[in-house]
């Protein structure tokens, strides 16, 4: 019989996309402001992996992803999902912009063998959490790189977001490293 452990914080990441560079700020103000400093910020990427978001969101989308300092448990990912819907919700609201959706967030964790993301969807591959959330294994880092499954998005199967991955990895194994904590 195995014995049961805490598991070790995990990096918290966000992905946002939007085609409106002011609802990326304030979504990255929104999350410093509940979750603390971004450690990391990738580079705005050109979201070009599929046009299913475009009847609601519109076209020409850039994506961003930020790694926040404090490290989390990984239980935390169903309020984390739950609280970027409300998120999403409250711009939607705003009237700021025409979209349906001018903003789509996604909360996940990295740790250093793999990245999850979290959602509302199910499918074969996903585990559900609670309160209608799921999450899966996105990529997987082995033999020095990150690997995909039958399953990964398009755009993570992307060279430039796994580099901006494999900073996030870095940076957390130093900190798990240091014992630096939650």
Known sequence: ???????????????????????????????????????????????????????????????????????????????????????????????????ERPLNLDPGYLTPAKLVLASTKDHAHRLYLSRGIYAEVTLYFKDRRWQERDWTFADYRREDYQQFFGQCRDYLRGRLREGRRP
């Open 1 to 99: 019989m195995g014995c049961t452990t805490s598991p070790e914080p995990v990096l918290l990441l966000l992905a946002a996309f939007s085609r409106h560079a002011e609802v990326l700020d304030w979504s990255r103000a929104r999350a410093e402001a509940a979750w603390g400093p971004v450690a990391l910020d990738s580079e705005p990427f050109a979201f070009e992996a599929t046009d299913y978001y475009e009847p609601t969101m519109g076209p020409g989308l850039v994506k961003r992803f930020w790694a926040f300092e404090r490290l989390i448990d990984p239980a935390a990912l169903v309020d984390l999902k739950l609280q970027t819907n409300q998120w999403e919700a409250d711009y939607a609201r705003s009237g700021n912009h025409a979209d």
